[in-house]
């Protein structure tokens, strides 16, 4: 995650903050977004491994 955030301001862009994220089914996700301009946003997210969440899939 953070290692996006740094190609996003090394590319000149302003990614907003990282959120401290939020667990859910044993994994971590977090985000953030990041301005394109003319008023557009991306967002950027990240989960981390889950044994629940990946035995489904």
Known sequence: MREKHTELL????????ISSGFEVLGA????????????????INHRTPS???DRAM
């Open 10 to 17: 090394d590319a000149g862009y302003e990614p907003g903050k």
């Open 28 to 43: 971590t996700w977090t985000a953030f977004y990041c301005p394109l301009g003319d008023g557009l946003e991306i967002e």
């Open 51 to 53: 044994p629940l969440l």
